[in-house]
């Protein structure tokens, strides 16, 4: 075995595969992958082999995409059969709520360009001609699903890699990861030590035990999974042709062809988990002991629904562990902290996804970026809340859901209050429907008492509604408060500070005593940030962001850090904060302020360290209301006090309590968009409309800049608009697609009723060419096209003269 690698994919199962495969494939031959045993050790070599595009997040699918079309070429590229049968598969709703859910689908595939469509219950009882139709009222149908051999697909991709030059050593268990003063790390076998510049934990069952031979949590958890072999069922023959693949979702039943007989899985509705205290090390190619008795209501279903099921015998039946992720989604990139070590773990569908992850590291790794936005994948979307308790509970719920329906409002039960503030219970109290962000409480909108603080799921606009129309009355009207602790935080300091962010974000930084916004981007100029930096003293900086992305933002500042003379820490948990908003929102801080407050002393944009109420603040003339407003961030021990002084100085001022669905309303009105929906990176500065905060004339020039200026001669090919949308009780919720001339041209990427215009609104990219002037789109939603036209300024105060007031 070599004794330098400049990576080492730790594990053989179809994920390291993968990457293996890509690494080599895009450039990087120098690559290793050691694997414990035999190639397909872990989950993948009893996985049911079902691949399908369909998932919760967009890009997600379009990689599910990619995985599925790559093995062809896999095929044609080292000869092994990658067992891939290309049927098509169903997706079968029985309620309304389900048909809503796959109408949202279809309309997010027409954008993604997967070719996804309904076919009627004839068509579908011909597609599989053991259903009953009489139990559906739709089915969608995906041309790319169908099914392969899981042992045959992970050793094609090993194959491939080889072919591109990579290497892999079996029965080679790595039993140390030792980091190297310069970043690097000595990986430890008993056959010897590799010397590498990056390691890529891929250990599937084991990814937390490898994972904590570098001293990190990863919080993945093994589940027990059954399915089961059917012997010949005499339909099957009779048919001729294969029967497609299906999920039946309220059955909670999922299925395919196994010769003349049918795989049938379920995902059971009280989970197992499976070596909670850490998979053993001995673990072979072996399977658990079944229990039917857990999904016998299941296949109880199933027999109604395939009748035919009812007669056909049982060949065998597969329990087998695989890991999940605390929300179901993969955990992959470079672990926020830990130089050098990149995770690729919790991939609970690894012959959908192995593909695309791999696809998306080796881009990640060679060239600095992956081509598209991997959010919903990155290992920087948890924190240090995402424990190994935190893990087993929500991979357990998300197991449990797996086909269960999640609504745009819903927020799910297990693992709550992980991360509280000291407001929580007094926002409880007063009727808070919480949700949390990165573990973190924060209220969403207020009941008018504590009894009625419930929110029912569901695609329309919900209980909420009136709610969030008087909390956006008041702050449009008089004052309203909101708690900001969930805003991320982060400082830097010292004598490099300025020069350092200079070169980071694109935007002008601010003098001492100002605030600026300002987009940060990529090499490739996509936007990686969009943040309001604040100037305390010349070298005293606090730049303020999204609290999801708090991890990926500090992994990308200390990934610029050289010791330039900067101090950079995530402060998020050290400074919570409570803004107020509203035409009175200066009277009631002049009532507890000890300093003149007017708009002379205390301007827009402009920032100071005081005293707020008493106690120590930073106290900021901004707001993402559009309205007059202040942001006033303490420690968290200070934070009720502040609240409760705001409070009672604001009583006779009109003043109401507001969560996060109200400023998301107030927001739309102002043409605002948001990190993670709006803004992310698959989009440019340009076609947010955020090129306008960039500062081309950095003489030092800052990351993206190239990018950027060629785009800004060029100018950007689609862009981020505004609509109204006509429609009566439903609003856009994000992905549906939008349509000009009858032709999908581009999609939403955030929605809702802005109260005090009374408009349905929705902000989504389309062609750059159909922004020239107001246009009229159609946008679908629930599966009909609702007219909507482009809105040349915000709904509300298009000057902005109200929060400068
Ligand atoms: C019953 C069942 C049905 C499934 N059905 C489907 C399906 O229909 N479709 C689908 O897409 N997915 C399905 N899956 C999920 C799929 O199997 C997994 O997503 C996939 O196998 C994950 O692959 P992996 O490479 O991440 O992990 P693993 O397959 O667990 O591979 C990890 C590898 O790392 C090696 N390793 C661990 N520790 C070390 C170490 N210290 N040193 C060196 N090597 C190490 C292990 O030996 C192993 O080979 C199913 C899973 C089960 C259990």
Known sequence: METHARVVVIGGGVVGCSILFHLAKHGWKDVVLLERSQLTSGSSWHAAGLIHTLSSDPNISRLQGYTIRLYQELEELTGQSTGLHSTGGVYLASTPERLDYLKQERSKARYMGLDQEFVSLDELKDLNPLINPAHYLGALYDPLDGYVDPSGVTMAYARAARHYGARYYLNTPVIETLQQSDGSWKVVTRGGTIHTDMIVNAAGLWAREVG????????????????????????????GREVVTGIDYEANIYYRQEHQGLVLGTYEPVATPWKVEGTPLDFGHELLPDDLDRVADRLALAFERMPALKKAGIKSVINGPFTFGPDGNPMIGPV??????????????????AGGVGLCLAEWMIEGEPSIDVWAMDIARFGEFATFGYGTIKAAENYERRFLMSFPNEELPAMRRQKTTSLYDRLVERGAVMGATFGLEHALWFANSRKEASEEPTFRRSNAFPHVA??????????????????????????????????????????????RLSPMLTARGKLYGDLTVACLEEDEYWVFGSGSAQEMHRRWFELQLHGNGVEYRNGSDELHGIAIAGPRSRTLLSRICRFDVSNESLGFMTILRTEVAGVPALLARISFSGELGYEI?????????????????????????????????????KNWGVWGLDYRPDFTAAEA????????????????????????????????????????????????????????????????????????????????ELCREAQDFEVEILGERKPAKMLVEPAYDPNGTRMRS
Not at 215 to 233: A, D, K, R, S
Not at 747 to 764: E, N, P, Q, R, Y
């Open 336 to 353: 926020p902290g830990l130089k050098n070590y990149w995770a690729a773990v919790g991939v609970m569908a690894g012959f959908c996804q």
């Open 470 to 515: 008087r909390e956006s009355k008041a702050v449009r009207e008089a004052v309203g408060v909101i708690e900001i602790a969930n805003y991320s935080k982060h400082e830097f300091r010292g004598s490099g500070a300025r020069d350092y962010l200079d070169r980071v974000l694109a935007g002008r930084l601010p003098l001492p005593g100002q605030l």
């Open 212 to 239: 904590q031979l570098a001293g990190i949590c990863l919080p993945v958890q093994p589940m027990e999974h059954h399915y089961l072999v059917t012997e010949t069922i005499p339909e099957i023959v009779e048919h």
């Open 633 to 669: 961030y303490c420690a968290p021990h200070f934070q009720m006090k502040l609240f409760e002084s705001i409070e009672s100085a604001g009583a006779d001022l009109g003043l109401e309590l507001y969560g996060a669905r109200t400023l998301m309303s107030l927001r739309l009105e």
């Open 689 to 768: 409309g955020l090129d306008r905060f960039i500062d081309f004339g950095k003489s030092a020039g800052f990351i993206g800049a190239e990018a950027a200026r060629t785009e800004q001669a060029s100018g950007p090919a689609r862009k981020l608009i505004t609509l109204q949308v006509h429609t009566d009780d439903v609003d856009c919720a994000g992905d549906e697609a939008v349509f000009h001339r009858k032709k999908c041209v581009g999609f939403v990427t955030s929605g809702g009723f802005a109260h005090h215009s009374g408009m349905s609104l929705a902000m989504a990219y389309v062609p750059a």
